[in-house]
């Protein structure tokens, strides 16, 4: 089969033919129909520091937000058949050691995570626990299943967050991550959503496509002045930030109310100098918002059923796997909101 595989440490992914893999006990085997192309993916094909820790998985199959058919089973497998749709957890740990049984699982010792320190789904197939499976509905576009992983960050940071009806909303970051938390806000019955980017068009003409008006460019107009003018008639309830950018969180402070709630969900290279004198006076609140709990995924991919449609504009690039490190390129100049490789096969049938 084919795979997109990282094969050395250092810059550059390799398209390689590998022998199909059989599922272990416990486990599946997951044909893949659709798999998204995303930040991660594009900092390990760089190679930067904070993916160095994948070092000892090389070399190794890469994609982790994917969907597909279970094509087999390994032993001990009940509640899954083949033929069944499913969209994966990545996320795999063990569920027996200490962190694990006290609900910890994101410490467990030996958690390992699908298309970085095990195989992933840039390939025809690939081996998963049938505890990391969560079911689809037939009827569910694959390429819409595959959103299951992102979406699940975004449901996650509107939790975190705790928006509840009336609040307004600013979310910092267009792309899949930010799209995907203004569509939950908005379902948590925000009543204004204001998203914000830089130098996004592409971007934020998807979010226009899913009903948002509120918009900001921050290349046209300055950050300061832009959020000033917004939050000037009333100031934002809940902040959320998605872009990793470090510039950003002051001016996001700045436009947050009293006893508001600054939620981040970017990965941020270097710490971050903030104005906690302001902080403390106004009774804010700074929270971290990373993966989802494993609750969190039978709801976003019942989100995902109800707006199926609306979703489909999300994913802006289809390319076969043999051409996934065209569509790593238009992920990284920041045309595309989301890439999706499917099989090849599958490509020459629609075509
Ligand atoms: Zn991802
Ligand atoms: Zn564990």
Known sequence: MKTLRKVRPDRGLELQDAPTP??????VLVQV???????TDLHIDKWTPSYHFMGSALPVTIGHEFAGVVAALGQDVHGLAVGQRVTVRPSVVCGVCAACTEGRADDCVTRKGIGVSRDGAFAD???VPVRNCVPVPQGLEPKIAALAEPLSVSWEAVRAAGVTAGDKVLVLGPGNIGQGIALFARAAGA???VVAGHGDAPRLQILRQLGFDQLLDFAEQPMAEALAKVASSRPFDVVIEATGVAAVIGPAMQALKPRGVLVITGIHAAPVAIDLTALVRKHQEIRGSYRAP????????AFMEEHQSLL???VTHT????????????????????????PDVIEE???
């Open 22 to 27: 059989m599922p272990g006990p416990g486990e």
């Open 294 to 301: 494993e609750a969190a995924w039978p709801q976003v991919v």
């Open 33 to 39: 129909q659709a798999t998204g192309v995303c930040g």
């Open 312 to 314: 489909a504009h999300m």
């Open 191 to 193: 009543a204004e959503v």
């Open 349 to 351: 049938a629609s075509a």
């Open 319 to 342: 390319v076969p796997l043999s051409r996934a490190l065209e569509g790593f390129e238009l992920a990284r100049n920041k045309t595309a909101t989301k890439v999706m490789v499917v």
């Open 125 to 127: 197939f690939v081996r």
